[in-house]
């Protein structure tokens, strides 16, 4: 029998507007580096970060909560004009993060 992956809790935020800022920029890299840079871009990971840094501010911790909280804040924002949608988004965030955290995202280890 599989057992549940356990949640992951990131570490309360000392400063949700650097962390904002650095998800932004990572994003942003993230984005331009898995297809093509696109002015388009800037906009996703601004808004991304934004959703990020409030949620943050307003307490949140828990990353599977983070990502729901992107998903659906970024389903009114318009991809249109570009490769991604909400959920590569909200996923691209949760690997940054893990990766900061220093947890492999492949295989929840």
């Known amino acids: 029998?599989?057992?549940?992956i356990p949640p992951i809790t990131l570490p309360p935020p000392k400063n949700p507007k650097l962390e904002g800022e650095w998800l932004q920029q990572?994003?942003?890299r993230w984005l331009d580096e898995?297809?093509?840079p696109e002015a388009v871009n800037q906009k996703i990971a601004t808004r991304a970060a934004q959703i990020f840094m409030r949620q943050r501010m307003e307490g949140e911790n828990d990353l599977g909560s983070l990502v729901i909280a992107i998903v659906t804040e970024m389903e009114s924002f318009d991809f249109s004009k570009s490769f991604y949608g909400?959920?590569?988004?909200?996923?691209?965030?949760?690997?940054?993060?893990?990766?900061s955290l220093g947890i492999d995202r492949c295989c929840g280890q």
């Open 86 to 99: 909400e959920f590569a988004i909200a996923n691209a965030v949760s690997d940054l993060l893990l990766e």
């Open 26 to 28: 990572r994003l942003h």
């Open 1 to 4: 029998m599989t057992s549940p």
């Open 34 to 36: 898995e297809f093509l």
